[in-house]
């Protein structure tokens, strides 16, 4: 079968069309034919090497093959003997980070941080074939297409940030970074009563996705002016609640200043080994401000198919590409001009 893996340490991405497919060996397990898998910002950062600290840590052989992608779709097409939450024909979407449920984090609620996660049977879901355990395959809504679903993992997480920052109606809301997961954010947020909604970025087409999507304002973050123009829409208070999208540290001090006091920070991003900021203190202690991060989500994938429907997937996917036109698709993904890039199986 075709799969598409990053090749360890810093030699891009390749596709391996001779990979064997995976095949059910416990009572639990599904198949799934693959029909479209996204590219999330994760996939780039492995792609671009941020990841490699970890594989050194663990002693991977330099040119391992890293199975890439998580954001899948696919058909049932085989299935064990004690599967119960899917049959043989459903559509499905995947939930690929698949905790122990032994260890502390797990008992206490806290799956997203297990400490021992399980490895996806199978390989990542940038491929042909995957096989998971039915407790992470969710069936897909009747209503909704299976390219539209690519986001349901991506909308889970902007769900669990925006339930992470508590935001009520009618509160201030800015988020900095006009991916994906800030371009779903922003309509979670509104779909929560926020106003007004500021969206940041740095690229003109993604200032205007997010106009289009329903902000306030969209401004550009290198802008001189942008903090004040942003303090405008809170007649100088500043934001009750900010949620960082865009894994770049720089922005993080804008952040701290457009909250207003009692505020809260939430960082989504996924950064680096290594990352580090200087936080004022001071203004954090003296604006008793909260600080939060929202690492992956434990119990929201559900919901997230649930909200799909209530959410503008034509808007969000701006590119589908062939799986053989794989490299064209990271490409566009990094282009700056694309919100989620899809590749078809």
């Not at 941080?113 to 074939?129: D, F, K």
């Not at 960082?267 to 203004?283: A, H």
Request: hydrophobic content about 40%.
């Amino acid at each position: 079968m075709k799969q598409i893996f990053y090749i360890y340490p810093k030699q891009g991405i390749k596709m391996l069309d001779t990979i064997p497919e995976p095949q059910i060996t416990l009572p639990d397990d599904v198949k799934i034919k693959i029909e479209y898998a996204a590219i999330c910002g994760s996939d780039a950062h492995m792609v671009s090497g941020a990841n490699d600290y970890l594989f050194e840590m663990y002693e991977l052989p330099k040119g391992n093959p890293i199975p890439l992608g998580h954001e899948s779709v696919g058909t049932v097409v085989e299935i064990g003997n004690e599967v119960t939450t899917c049959k043989v024909g459903d559509r499905v979407t995947v939930n690929t980070v698949i905790p122990c449920g032994k260890c502390h984090n797990c008992r206490n609620g806290h799956e997203n941080l297990c400490e021992s996660p399980l490895s996806v049977r199978g390989g990542g879901g940038m491929a042909e074939y995957l096989v998971l355990p039915d407790s992470e395959v969710y069936k897909l809504p009747d209503n909704l297409s299976s390219l539209h679903c690519t986001l349901a993992e991506p909308l889970h997480i902007a769900l669990e940030s925006v339930e992470k920052a508590n935001i009520k109606p009618g509160e201030a809301v800015a988020i900095v970074g006009g991916g994906p997961i800030g371009m779903l954010t922003l309509q979670v947020a509104k779909l929560s009563g926020a106003y007004p909604i500021v969206l940041f970025d740095i690229t003109k087409e993604k200032l205007e996705f997010a106009k289009n999507l329903g902000a306030d304002k969209a401004i550009h973050s290198m802008d001189t002016q942008a903090a004040s123009r942003a303090l405008e829409m809170t007649k100088g208070f500043g934001f009750d609640k900010i949620i960082e999208c865009s894994s770049s540290p720089k922005v993080l001090d804008m952040a701290i200043n457009l909250l207003r006091k009692g505020g809260t920070l939430v960082i989504t991003s996924v950064y680096p080994g290594g990352s580090k900021y200087e936080l004022d203190l001071g203004s954090v202690f003296t604006k008793e401000l909260t600080i939060r991060a929202s690492n992956i989500a434990p119990n929201t994938y559900q919901r997230s198919l649930n909200l799909l429907n209530r959410i503008d997937c034509d808007k969000i996917i701006t590119s589908v590409f062939e799986v053989d036109d794989y490299i064209k698709a990271f490409d566009a993904h990094k282009d700056g001009k694309n919100i989620k890039v899809v590749i078809k199986f």
